[in-house]
């Protein structure tokens, strides 16, 4: 009994425990379940505020204030695994038009005068209380500093003399510089020292300099009203005169260095000949305004006057009469320069914004949103491709007058000539074609070309590489395509189209022992696909398009059947997409005309699931390919689409247009993610570099654009900490936007 008893006890102590085991399980579960759902929370408030902070960087972005815009869309990325949107703002941003260097620290009164050494490598800045810096304009680093002191006391107030209102680099030696302040200053800026010192208007500051484009000449202006022009060999004036009954605030050569322009506080603007030292002309552009700047065009057939309450005006400088005008903004224009290519005007304005025109139509490109305070100096580095500001806010600032995505341009056709194609290889080489003024195949390497392909009598329309990119084709308006071998340069083959004008097309099949050709015959009004087999250079297949224009052509995803684009004549020129079967000849228009105008390219995605059109009214149709149903349509460009290209995950499309810009768009939210300009004449072609890294684009200026166009996070992130200037959000901002507040 009693070994009973103990058995039934032990099993009721089993059962006990194993209930605890099982409830301990519970809670367990229930612990884990309640961990998990707090971690769940956590990570979706992390996603709301990045999600938050990414719409805060967009509207930043379209109200130009791109600084907010990158330090809101930096912190958007800083949670673990951030969203898909709060990505691509990441990239946006940093791709946007920016501040690439604030140059900070070496003042503490505002910046009176800037200047850029001949390479652009160096910048000086001077402040209104004596200091000098000198700037790396790469890194940003300050590499020198100087103080001028001369003070005095006025009306009880202690004032520093030693003001620096006027600097300028010798366009012809880096190491010269001269210095505006209360004596005319030479200053060796490679060792740091006063070189001579020249202070021959007692009791005047030199309110303004320059020199002249050989350099040969300095001209500077004084608060006397006292104009002298010096020869820089000797120190001796070969103007001295006085000019104007006030402060010569602004000084200008014409381009060919035989004009001289003075503006000055009397309100008056004057014109000198350099050679005799007389006066041409003096004028009022707005009585009682002072003058503030002065710039000539670039051909130097135009001088623009920024003006101290009432905008800016231009004269032709030949008559003296006014050739235009802008008053639309209650401002003055303290400080205004014009790009080194004559396509730009930026000028500064009394509130903190710095403004780009187009000086062709006067039109606004866009304001810089930055400073603290507005600018008194304003000059574009000597390629052009950035803008230095000085501002009243202590600091100097490089933008980018481009897309924050360009590298550089490179250039290897004749004066004239466009760059019709650019097609990217593996190793970071490329190819290009060139238009009718210089019809060459060119290969690159390291930004030179180091070989040409000659032949071509025409404009080069239409180039291909093959798979293993040993050979290339090349097709265009002398009715031939040509066959190159990449490696020796040899023509391989050529193959005369007899029957066609226009090449308009090439592609490789994906084992490259078969070319597509598409061409257009004007005269009949008719096109042609035909298939090449390379090794003998015969003609495997052929269909002929009447009334109909075959612009673009591909293989499908299987190779099958051959897609082509381009336009109807028997429609009015309406867009057309069809296929021909390569087995029946058969031709199908499976694809709905939505295009109204002309379709000039096509591209196929990787997966061969998606087919992109692009047409002469800029719009951008995307298409399922099994279904032949428009899947989406990509609207921003205002002008003919050239262009389409995917990256290789097929994840984006770039484009690229004649309305002067490739935009890249992001297939997961159909959003233009980033908008490439800096070519000056319509794009031809734009292709995504093989390894993801960058785009190339092609442009009817002559020139190959290469760009940055990653869009890793992690990447974008250690690409703005090179190259951007990336601001810390302020404690109202933090406030604002649910960041961690300050401290």
Not at 38 to 59: M, N, P, T
Not at 105 to 121: E, F
Request: hydrophobic share 40%; proline share 3%.
């Amino acid at each position: 009994v009693l070994a009973v008893v103990a058995l039934l006890q032990r099993n009721e102590a089993e059962a006990q425990r194993q209930l605890s085991d099982l409830r301990g399980t519970a809670v367990a579960q229930q612990a884990a379940t309640a961990v998990a759902a707090e971690g769940l929370a956590v990570r979706r408030a992390d996603e709301a505020r990045s999600l938050a902070l990414a719409f805060g960087a967009r509207q930043a972005l379209g109200a130009n204030n791109s600084d907010l815009a990158l330090a809101l869309a930096s912190a958007a990325n800083e949670i673990t695994d951030p969203p898909a949107q709060a990505r691509a703002t990441l990239a946006q941003s940093a791709y946007a038009r920016g501040a690439r260097r604030s140059f900070a620290g070496a003042h503490q009164s505002w910046i009176n005068a800037i200047a850029l050494d001949p390479s652009g490598a160096r910048l000086l800045t001077g402040s209104v209380d004596g200091a000098l810096a000198l700037w790396d304009t790469d890194s940003g680093a300050l590499v020198q500093q100087e103080q001028f002191n001369d003070f005095t006391e006025a009306e009880g107030i202690r004032v520093n003399l030693a003001s620096i209102n006027a600097l300028a680099f010798d366009p012809h030696d880096p190491t010269s510089a001269a210095i505006g302040s209360n004596a005319l200053i030479f200053w060796d800026v490679e060792h740091w020292q006063e070189r001579r010192r020249i202070d021959d208007v007692p009791g005047a500051l030199t309110q303004s300099l320059a020199y002249s484009p050989d350099g040969q000449l300095l001209a500077a202006g004084y608060s006397s009203g006292e104009l002298r022009v010096y020869d820089v060999s000797t120190s001796q004036p070969s103007i001295s005169l006085r000019a104007h009954r006030d402060s010569i605030d602004t000084v200008a050569f014409s381009p060919d260095g035989t004009l001289l322009a003075t503006g000055a506080r009397d309100a008056a603007v004057s014109l000198w000949d350099v050679a005799t030292g007389e006066q041409i002309d003096s004028w009022t552009p707005a009585p009682g305004e002072p003058v503030e700047a002065l710039a000539f065009a670039r051909d130097g057939r135009q001088l623009l006057v920024g003006l101290n309450e009432s905008g800016m005006r231009a004269y032709d400088v030949d008559t003296r009469d006014e050739a235009w005008r802008m008053d639309d903004f209650e401002d003055g224009v303290p400080a205004l320069d014009i790009s080194p290519d004559g396509r730009w005007l930026a000028f500064t304005a009394y509130d903190s914004a710095v403004t780009v025109t187009d000086m062709a139509t006067r039109t606004t490109r866009f304001s810089y949103v930055g400073h603290g305070a507005r600018s008194e100096a304003v000059a574009f580095s000597p390629d052009g491709l950035l803008l230095y500001t000085g501002s009243f806010d202590t600091t100097a600032r490089s933008w980018q007058v481009f897309s924050g995505a360009l590298e550089r341009f490179v250039r290897g056709y004749a004066p004239g000539s466009s760059t019709t194609k650019v097609v990217p290889l593996a190793n970071g080489d490329f190819v290009t074609a060139g238009g009718e003024i210089d019809p060459r195949v060119l290969l690159w390497h390291d930004d030179e070309v180091v070989r040409e392909f000659s032949g071509h009598t025409d404009s080069i329309a239409a180039l291909a590489v093959s798979p293993d990119e040993q050979t290339a084709l090349s097709g265009g308006f002398d009715g031939t395509v040509r066959y190159w071998n990449l490696a020796t340069g040899e023509l391989i083959d050529e193959f005369a189209i007899a029957d066609a004008l226009i090449v308009t097309a090439i592609s490789y099949s994906r084992d490259g022992t078969r070319a597509l050709v598409t061409s257009v015959d004007t005269g009949q009004l008719s096109s042609h696909i035909r298939l090449y087999h390379l090794a003998s250079g015969k003609v495997a297949f052929e269909h002929k398009l009447d009334l109909s224009l075959a612009l673009s052509g591909l293989f499908n995803a299987d190779e099958s059947a051959i897609i082509y684009a381009g336009a109807s004549l028997s429609r009015a020129g309406q867009g057309v997409i069809a296929e021909v079967n390569l087995e029946s000849d058969e031709v199908q228009e499976r694809f709905a005309n939505v295009h109204e105008h002309t379709i000039y390219t096509l591209a196929l995605s990787p997966d061969g699931r998606r087919l992109a059109s692009g047409a002469e009214d800029g719009l951008i149709v995307i298409w399922d390919t099994e279904t032949a149903q428009e899947t989406r349509r990509l609207i921003g460009h205002s002008d003919l689409v050239r262009s389409l290209n995917f990256s290789s995950d097929g994840q984006q499309l770039i484009s690229a247009s004649y309305d002067n810009t490739a935009r890249i768009w992001d297939l997961s939210n159909w959003e233009e993610l980033v908008r490439l300009e800096g070519h000056s004449d319509d794009l031809r072609y734009a292709a995504f570099a093989l390894d993801g890294s960058g785009v190339l684009t092609s442009s009817g200026d002559g020139s190959v654009g290469i760009w940055r166009a990653s869009f890793d996070p992690a990447a974008v992130q250690r690409w703005i900490a090179e190259e951007r200037y990336l601001r810390e959000l302020t404690c109202a901002e933090r406030l604002q936007y649910g960041v961690e507040p300050c401290s």
